[in-house]
T-cell receptor, first 114, second 111 residues
Framework: NAGVTQTPKFQVLKTGQSMTLQCAQDMNHEYMSWYRQDPGMGLRLIHYSVGAGITDQGEVPNGYNVSRSTTEDFPLRLLSAAPSQTSVYFC?????????????FGPGTRLTVL | SQQGEEDPQALSIQEGENATMNCSYKTSINNLQWYRQNSGRGLVHLILIRSNEREKHSGRLRVTLDTSKKSSSLLITASRAADTASYFCATDDPYGNKLVFGAGTILRVKS
């Protein structure tokens, strides 16, 4: 099993550009989530999904969109990139609710917005 | 806002010594988890302790939970250079749908 995969590993955008961060898992997990990690801080939840077709907002959802059309994929879209979105983004999945079981994390995408 | 806060922010010890990290949180929880993050990598789950448990062991790891004080501690015994990493505690919301991470403790184990 590949586990949780994320692409790209690195990305540089200009302010105002849009892009999609890809996340896929092959463990048939229902729960998937996106976090951002900024220097000196823990991870902050952006959006999460409890199953295909169901998404909800986390702590810092503004400027990001998600959709979940399949169990395997959970892409994160930046609509109009801003320098404040420079961060490392992690996708995670778990078999049950986020707090009830371990989460499996992807390797991360390092995003810089100029 | 962050639910869990780790203490200390950074810890430097010699190989073979024990390392203790603490986590405090604000609201009642169902579960508390600890994760490790090596530099430039994703997080790896270490241990989950439920609110009705007081102590849990996994190899060289020992986690305690005191719900009356809203605090948890992670003890790593006989530390190794490979234990050098950041350690995060994470707590859930009442519905178990969200996980909130603290800012982490940076552990450096010197060989």
């Amino acid at each position: 099993n590949a586990g949780v995969t994320q692409t790209p590993k690195f990305q540089v955008l200009k302010t105002g550009q849009s892009m999609t961060l890809q996340c896929a898992q092959d463990m048939n997990h229902e729960y998937m989530s996106w976090y951002r990690q900024d220097p000196g801080m823990g991870l902050r939840l952006i959006h999460y999904s409890v199953g295909a077709g169901i998404t909800d907002q986390g702590e810092v959802p503004n400027g990001y969109n998600v959709s979940r059309s399949t169990t395997e994929d959970f892409p994160l879209r930046l609509l109009s990139a801003a320098p404040s979105q420079t961060s490392v983004y992690f996708c995670a999945s778990s078999s049950t609710g986020l707090g009830y079981n371990e989460q499996f994390f992807g390797p991360g995408t390092r995003l810089t917005v100029l | 806002s962050q639910q869990g806060e780790e203490d200390p922010q950074a810890l430097s010890i010699q190989e073979g010594e024990n390392a203790t990290m603490n986590c405090s949180y604000k609201t009642s929880i169902n579960n508390l988890q600890w994760y490790r993050q090596n530099s430039g990598r994703g997080l790896v789950h270490l241990i989950l302790i439920r609110s009705n448990e007081r102590e849990k062991h996994s190899g060289r790891l020992r986690v305690t939970l005191d719900t009356s004080k809203k605090s948890s501690s992670l003890l790593i015994t006989a530390s190794r250079a490979a234990d050098t990493a950041s350690y995060f505690c994470a707590t859930d919301d009442p519905y178990g749908n969200k996980l909130v991470f603290g800012a982490g403790t940076i552990l450096r184990v010197k060989s």
